[in-house]
């Protein structure tokens, strides 16, 4: 198991669902750990059973659209911790389901690009510089399946899914002579809280979908995650790295 001992890494959306199943993965590993999110219960309930002492976990309420948000983020976990070696941009919305193009409202498309797209970018805005300032380290954004295909019924956040991979490559090329490897990770569909508090069918439908034949565990996402913060991926840049039980190879 990788150490991440001595190593602080910001995980946005990350006190429920994918984003939490990958905080504690890098805690477990040694890291400390910086969590956003937007409901303070949720963060409140996180630093309550991993680290009530706070002292190798920062839960910052933050709304990863907002550029003073996303930038007093930053901040906070460089002026806690002095210095910041990994981000993860996980925080992310799907909007509505099973509704073509003609039929979806403006301004649930817009929340859903704000959300995947602009929170991407302005975490790498801002964290990429702190990260440099550290003497390098890694980003690693969450993609999707569906950022190298396309799922109709949610054509928004397909092609946010899309943008967040093309934001990933440019950026691994801008930073690759910095120490900042940038890569992305696309997940099939996982087996959180909320998706195992869905119908049965629905979660059959999920399943049967990949030709494994299951959903990935969170676990399963937040090792592959870990692997691509650690110097064991030290020659990695600019990738997309499926955990998604062969759904793209179909």
């Not at 006190?15 to 890098?26: D, F, K, M, N």
């Not at 309930?45 to 910052?60: C, H, M, R, Y």
């Not at 859903?112 to 975490?123: N, P, R």
């Not at 439908?205 to 691509?228: C, D, G, I």
Request: proline share 4%; hydrophobic share 40%; with cysteine.
């Amino acid at each position: 198991m990788t150490d991440f001992q001595q190593k602080i890494i910001l995980v946005t959306g990350a006190s429920t669902g994918v984003g939490e199943g990958i905080a504690r993965e890098l805690l477990k590993r040694g890291a400390k750990i910086a969590i956003t999110g937007r409901n303070p219960e949720h963060l409140q309930k996180a630093i309550n059973e991993w680290d009530p002492t706070g002292d190798s976990v920062l839960a910052i309420e933050a709304d990863v659209r907002k550029l003073s948000d996303c930038k007093r983020m930053v901040s906070t976990v460089s002026d806690k911790f002095g210095a910041l070696h990994g981000l993860v941009n996980n925080a992310g919305i799907t909007g509505p389901h099973g509704v073509k193009i003609e039929d979806y409202d403006f301004e649930a498309w817009q929340d859903v690009m704000a959300t995947d797209v602009t929170g991407t970018f302005l975490g790498m805005k801002f964290a990429i510089p702190a990260i440099i300032k550290s003497g390098g380290g890694a980003v690693v954004n969450l993609s999707a399946c569906n950022g190298v295909t396309g799922i109709a019924g949610i054509a928004p956040y397909t092609a946010a899914k899309h943008a967040v991979l093309g934001l990933t490559r440019a950026a691994a090329l801008e930073y690759a002579e910095q120490g900042v490897r940038i890569n992305a990770v696309g997940p099939g569909y996982v087996a959180t809280p909320n998706i195992l508090a869905l119908p049965q069918d629905v979660q059959a439908m999920m399943a049967e979908s990949h030709p494994m034949k299951r959903m990935a565990t969170r676990e399963e996402v937040a090792k592959m995650v870990a692997f691509l913060l650690s110097d064991d991926s030290r020659f990695c840049t600019g990738g997309f790295y499926p955990v998604d039980g062969g759904y793209t190879a179909q």
